[in-house]
Structures are given as C-alpha cells and as structure tokens.
Nanobody, 130 residues
Framework: QVQLVESGGSLVQPGDSLRLSCAAS????????MGWFRQAPGEEREFVAA????????YYTDSVKDRFTISRDNAKNMVYLQMNSLKPEDTAVYYC???????????????????????WGQGTQVTVSS
C-alpha cells in the first residue's frame, strides 16, 4: 500500500518562504509523476504543481509560477515544494499526490486533474498571515 506523508506546513508572514516535503513509500517511487494540490476552506481542491518521474518536466498553475518550485529526490523517495514570496491567498491545506501511470509525462491539463492521481497524503496546513 502506498503511503504519502507531508510535512513542513506552518504559519508564516506574507513574503516568507516555506518548503513542504512529502515522503513516499509502497511502490516504485521513481516510476510515477508526483503532484501537489491545495485546498482552502470552502474551496475545491486545486492543482498547484506536478513533476514527472525523472524530474525533468514540471507543471505549475499560473498563480504560483515564478514563486513555487517542485522537485524530487528519487533516491530518497521524496518530493518537495519550495514556496517563496508567500501570499495570504496561498493559505490552504497542501496535499501530495501520486499519479496512476508509470513513466508518463503527460500534459499540464492531464496532471492538473485529481482523477489522474490514485494516492494522496493527509495534508499539511500552510497559513500566510501577518
């Protein structure tokens, strides 16, 4: 059984940086695209970023481009989300997710769809407030 465990969420001020981590176990991590989603209170869970199995292809939603960076370390079964210049609108629970297809880079649209991920973590809270 796949397990995804996020960590790194915190209360920070606008303009601060934060790095989220996701530890994966249970199947060949290096074969799958990994994604980050977030969900604010009363909102739908939305796509933030994704990275293909090799780490050479990344996708970002427009609102985080140039501020967030997704990366992965296949030797450690870890995926990260470096978040810079945080804004109050980034406040949400952040979820790590693992894609359902092996060795598939896909497209931005494909990996932005929750249905294409079949394992999810429990989430980590990020609050951006002064």
């Amino acid at each position: 059984q796949v397990q995804l465990v996020e960590s790194g969420g915190s209360l920070v001020q606008p303009g601060d940086s934060l790095r989220l981590s996701c530890a994966a176990s249970g199947r060949t991590f290096s074969a799958y695209t990994m994604g980050w989603f977030r969900q604010a209170p009363g909102e739908e869970r939305e796509f933030v970023a994704a990275i293909n199995w090799q780490g050479g292809v990344t996708y970002y939603t427009d609102s985080v481009k140039d501020r967030f960076t997704i990366s992965r370390d296949n030797a450690k079964n870890m995926v990260y989300l470096q978040m810079n210049s945080l804004k109050p609108e980034d406040t949400a629970v952040y979820y790590c997710a693992q894609g359902g297809r092996t060795y598939f880079s896909g497209t931005m649209y494909y990996w932005s769809q929750r249905v294409n991920y079949n394992f999810w973590g429990q989430g980590t809270q990020v609050t951006v407030s002064s």
